[in-house]
Nanobody
Framework: QVQLVESGGGLVQAGGSLRLSCAASGLTFTSAAVGWFRQAPGKEREFVAR????????FIADSVKGRFTISRDNGQSTAYLKMNSLKPEDTAIYYC????????????????????WGQGTQVTVSS
């Protein structure tokens, strides 16, 4: 059974930083691409970033480019989302996700391309 567990969310002031973690089990993490999404109240789930199974290929949404970075530690079966210069509009529940297939370089930005999801972690940015 695949499990993705996010952690690291919390309340932070505008301009602050957080690092989210996504701990994976039940899948071969070394061959799994990982994506991060977020969903604010009343809004659709939005793509944030993704990283290929090798870690060499990443893609960041324009809305967070230059402020967020995605990385992974295959030895720890964990992916990370480092968020700097946070803004109130970054407030959302953040989810990590993995596609069904292995060795996927670019699963894309659509939530439907990802099969496995974590429970999410709340990020709240105060002004």
């Amino acid at each position: 059974q695949v499990q993705l567990v996010e952690s690291g969310g919390g309340l932070v002031q505008a301009g602050g930083s957080l690092r989210l973690s996504c701990a994976a089990s039940g899948l071969t993490f070394t061959s799994a691409a990982v994506g991060w999404f977020r969903q604010a109240p009343g809004k659709e789930r939005e793509f944030v970033a993704r990283i290929s199974w090798t870690g060499y290929s990443t893609f960041i949404a324009d809305s967070v480019k230059g402020r967020f970075t995605i990385s992974r530690d295959n030895g720890q079966s964990t992916a990370y989302l480092k968020m700097n210069s946070l803004k109130p509009e970054d407030t959302a529940i953040y989810y990590c996700a993995a596609p069904a297939g292995e060795f996927v370089v670019d699963p894309g930005v659509a939530p439907s391309a990802y099969k496995h999801w974590g429970q999410g972690t709340q990020v709240t940015v105060s002004s």
